[in-house]
């Protein structure tokens, strides 16, 4: 354990020398809630009205939280990366050292992510009270254990990045996967809750991945109770378990068939 | 003690052939053709404990794909492997531990980080304690003489030092072998003769044994007290240095600069390498004929100035290379 949080600490050195740019780089944040505050706006023509249990405030305040989420991880900075190690074959070159590629890449991932989580949260709560003024029912327990849920589901959605980048141990080219999982992510979960789905598949949503990455721990943070906070962790902890043996399973059966030749 | 056995070791590779053009293309999404390359072939050896190996090669012959086996990154199809004891297959983790890897063209430093940094960094991947990296730096440091750019960020070092930081790095979790995938490539020849200096003083004072592979003549001739050459797969000589060159160097190279022009032709034991009217380069087989009668053949009243040296190595290792084609 203590080499992985080695691992961390100097990746979140190395991300301190970037600072800079991802200030510059997370302006875009801004613009991109802006456009989302206008829409809800024009969707609530009475502010105080409820959407699919939602209120306006609640709304502009649940993609906020996604957003952030969505913005401190770079799935396909995640994927691509793997791809271009297991394609030039510099994969081969970390298996010879005493560490676990998953946890590695889990440690590294987390680094950059704890990095900009510490900038763009606090930014990003700035700028909700700014918008639309105090998070609704706030409880400052209840939004720091939504904010935990929301680490737990990004280490979630992360499992499924790396099991996809590793994809390419097997065929050409994993970034249409990628493609088509952020697509249904970013849809479902981020930019609208479940309840916003047809109402056939929200009992299939409610148990899959997105329940616990960005839904669950979202919604925890607009409307937080404790039977709810529950679902959520036991719903991550599963998927946990599941991705993260899936994603072990794949390096394992991939690494066998690795074809690293010349030099 | 044999710290390196490898036995009857061999490795195919499947790669996908594509008819010509769009049509095969086509035929290949539907009919996927693959061919095999045998890669290493029922390659065996031993390496004792604190050798340095030269393994050596021309491009595609196998070399890399052995070191990666015997380091275990790729699996064998056939053969059996020991090192130190340990099937890289099974143990993989376990020889991580006691083994170094430096692959020339592969960085394995974090960039932005400092030489320092990466130091401690690598000593907590191996579960060092702080009090052993910190005692393994100092060796470090003085054995690479690294003071000087110890704490400077490692993209901003010259090639040459970033090498040394590589193979000192490689160094931080004591290996009992080293194994070095073309350490010097694309360095100029002082940083080279720096870097081998380095590895010589390793060896001696940490008594590590030293796999190496590389193109560059020099490291081996330089380094290594033997060499395993292998081609196409297998191994055509595992010798010493010493006897490669006994039996190999025997042939001489005749450089004669002279007052006029005189007329040589290919006969036994000679063979005419460059005419140049005044200026003669000859080859002599000392098999056939000895060094004082081809001289005579050039006539020693019309000599100038004559130059006698042994075949290079780079040419006899590329003799072997040929023949065995």
């Known amino acids: ?53 939602y209120s306006y405030t609640q709304m502009i305040w649940y993609i906020l939280f996604t957003e952030t989420l969505w913005s401190c991880i770079k799935g396909r900075k995640i994927v691509r990366d793997i791809s271009t190690d297991v394609k030039n074959g510099n994969i081969a070159y970390q298996m010879n050292k005493p560490y676990n590629y998953i946890n590695y890449i889990l440690s590294k991932t987390f680094a950059d992510f704890t990095f900009k989580l510490l900038i763009l949260l606090p930014a990003a709560i700035v700028l909700g009270h700014i918008l639309i003024g105090n998070i609704p029912n706030f409880n400052l327990l209840g939004c720091l254990l939504a904010i935990i849920t929301g680490i737990l589901g990004t280490m979630v959605n992360v499992l499924i990045c790396i099991s996809i980048g590793l994809l390419s141990f097997f065929m050409e080219d994993a970034a249409p996967i990628y493609w088509i999982y952020s ?20 009992p299939v949503l409610k ?9 669950g721990p979202a919604k925890l943070f607009v409307d937080f109770n404790y039977d709810f906070l529950i679902k959520v962790l036991i719903s991550q902890v599963i998927y946990l378990i599941v991705f993260y043996i899936i994603t072990n399973l794949v390096y394992k059966k991939g690494v066998k068939n690795i074809n690293v030749n010349g030099g | 003690m044999s710290v390196i056995e490898v036995k009857n070791l061999s490795k195919t590779f499947k790669s996908k052939v594509k008819g010509k053009g769009l049509k095969g293309s086509i035929k290949s999404i539907f009919k996927p053709k693959y061919k095999t390359i045998k890669a ?22 196998g070399k890399s794909t052995t070191i990666k086996m015997l380091t275990g990154i790729l699996y064998p199809d056939n053969g059996d492997i020991k090192i130190l004891g340990l099937d890289p297959r099974k143990n993989r983790k376990k ?20 030489p320092y940094d990466n130091f401690k960094f690598f000593g907590a991947i191996y579960d060092m304690k702080d009090y052993e990296i910190e005692k393994k730096i100092e060796e470090l440091k003085a054995l ?15 090639l040459g030092q970033r090498i040394r930081c590589e193979i000192a790095c490689s160094l931080i979790n004591d290996p009992k072998i080293l194994f070095l995938d073309e350490p010097t490539i694309g360095l100029d020849p002082v940083v080279k003769e720096n870097i081998r200096s380095f590895i010589k003083r390793m060896n001696k004072e940490c008594h590590t044994t030293v ?55 290919d006969e036994k034991g000679i063979k005419i390498l460059k005419d140049k009217g005044y200026n003669l380069k000859i080859e002599v087989d000392l098999k056939e004929k000895n060094i004082s009668d081809a001289i005579k053949l050039l006539d020693p009243d019309k000599i100038i100035d004559i130059n006698i040296s042994n075949t290079p190595l780079e040419e006899i290792i590329s003799d072997i290379y040929k023949k065995d084609k």
Not at chain 2, 144 to 156: A, W, Y
């Open chain 1, 207 to 215: 148990y899959s991945p997105i329940f616990a990455m960005n839904y």
């Open chain 1, 1 to 53: 354990m203590k080499k992985y949080l080695f691992i961390f600490k100097t990746e979140f050195i190395n991300s301190l020398q970037y600072v800079k740019s991802f200030i510059v780089g997370s302006l875009s944040l801004i613009l991109i809630i802006y456009i989302y505050l206008n829409l809800w706006n024009f969707l609530y023509s009475d502010p105080e009205s409820l959407i699919n249990g």
């Open chain 1, 183 to 202: 697509k249904v992510i970013l849809v479902i979960g981020t930019l609208f809750p479940i309840e916003f789905m047809p109402e056939i598949i929200q």
């Open chain 2, 95 to 114: 020889l991580a531990y006691e083994i170094g890897t430096v692959f020339g063209q592969k960085e394995q430093l974090w960039t932005h980080l400092t």
């Open chain 2, 40 to 61: 290493v072939n029922k390659v065996s050896f031993n390496v004792e404990k604190g050798e340095m190996v030269a393994f050596i090669g021309p491009n595609g012959a």
């Open chain 2, 211 to 265: 796999f190496l592979t590389s193109h560059d003549v020099g490291d081996i001739e330089k380094l290594c007290k033997r060499v395993i050459i292998i081609n196409n797969g297998t191994v055509v000589l595992d010798d010493t240095m010493e006897n490669l060159k006994y039996h190999y160097l025997n042939k001489k190279i005749i450089d004669a600069k002279m007052k006029e022009k005189i007329n040589l032709d």
């Open chain 2, 144 to 158: 690479f003489e690294l003071d000087e750019f110890i704490n400077t960020p490692v993209k901003s070092l010259s």
